[in-house]
Nanobody, 122 residues
């Protein structure tokens, strides 16, 4: 079974930092692109940042200069370093992989993690 599992969320004061992690479980062959999305209270899910195995990176305008996405050395890990957090960053953050090739399941499309809550509050 292939899953994306996020960790690292929590409560932080304005101006603080958090680092989110996402790890893919299962016998992964390839994950070319991974990204982070978030859903703020009362809002639709939105892109935060995404990256491809070729090194292409895209950020939402609202997080440019504050957040950094990076891939781990393994096939299925991605991280989100979040600095200078403000209350508007409060959301459930989701890890996403548009396509995962894995042993026993073939190719899966649009795989999501269960989400991790980030709350920015004093």
């Amino acid at each position: 079974q292939v899953q994306l599992v996020e960790s690292g969320g929590g409560l932080v004061q304005p101006g603080g930092s958090l680092r989110l992690s996402c790890e893919a479980s299962g016998s992964i062959f390839t994950i070319n692109a991974m990204g982070w999305y978030r859903q703020r209270p009362g809002k639709q899910r939105e892109l935060v940042a995404r990256t491809t195995s070729g090194g292409t990176v895209e950020y939402a305008d609202s997080v440019k200069g504050r957040f950094t996405i990076s891939r781990g050395s393994g096939r299925g890990s991605v991280y989100l370093q979040m600095n200078s957090l403000n209350p508007e960053d409060t959301a459930v953050y989701y890890c996403n992989a548009p396509q995962i090739a894995a042993r026993g399941v073939g190719v899966l499309s649009d795989v999501w993690g269960q989400g991790t809550q980030v709350t920015v509050s004093s």
